[in-house]
């Protein structure tokens, strides 16, 4: 199982990104999560099975927006209105196998495949 992350980069505070996420074909949850220096790895949000379900974390919700394109086996995150605290490598991941269709998980055990990361920078 490969994920391969793209789209980070430089960008000003209020600007926009859209982080792409592509994988082997899953019927997985797919989540992202960063980390920003110094810190640990956090939960940014997770997109159900379907995609019928999503879930961010607070520092996130009205900001970010995670979708999938199932028949592309690609997830994508579009941040917008991005902070300087928003400057970290993030990185996507595919749930482990779960009956339920609607499960969105935010803890990183429930991760079985990561993918490499992608840089984030917000900076003016």
């Known amino acids: 199982v490969q994920l391969q992350a793209s789209g980070g980069g430089l960008v000003q505070p209020g600007g926009s990104l859209r982080l792409s996420c592509t994988w082997s074909t899953l019927d997985r949850a797919m989540g992202w999560f960063r980390q920003a220096p110094g810190k640990e790895r956090e939960f940014v949000a997770v997109?159900?099975?379907?995609?019928?379900?999503?879930s961010y974390s607070d520092s996130v919700k009205g900001r970010f927006t995670i979708s999938r394109d199932n028949a592309k086996n690609t997830v994508f995150l579009q941040m917008n209105t991005l902070k300087p605290e928003d400057t970290a490598v993030y990185y996507c991941?595919?749930?482990?196998?779960?009956?339920?269709?609607?499960?969105?998980?935010?803890?990183?055990?429930?991760?079985?495949?990561w993918g490499q990361g992608t840089l984030v920078t917000v900076s003016s």
């Open positions: 997109i159900s099975r379907r995609g019928s379900q999503t």
């Open positions: 991941a595919a749930a482990f196998a779960n009956a339920r269709t609607f499960w969105t998980p935010v803890q990183e055990t429930s991760y079985a495949y």
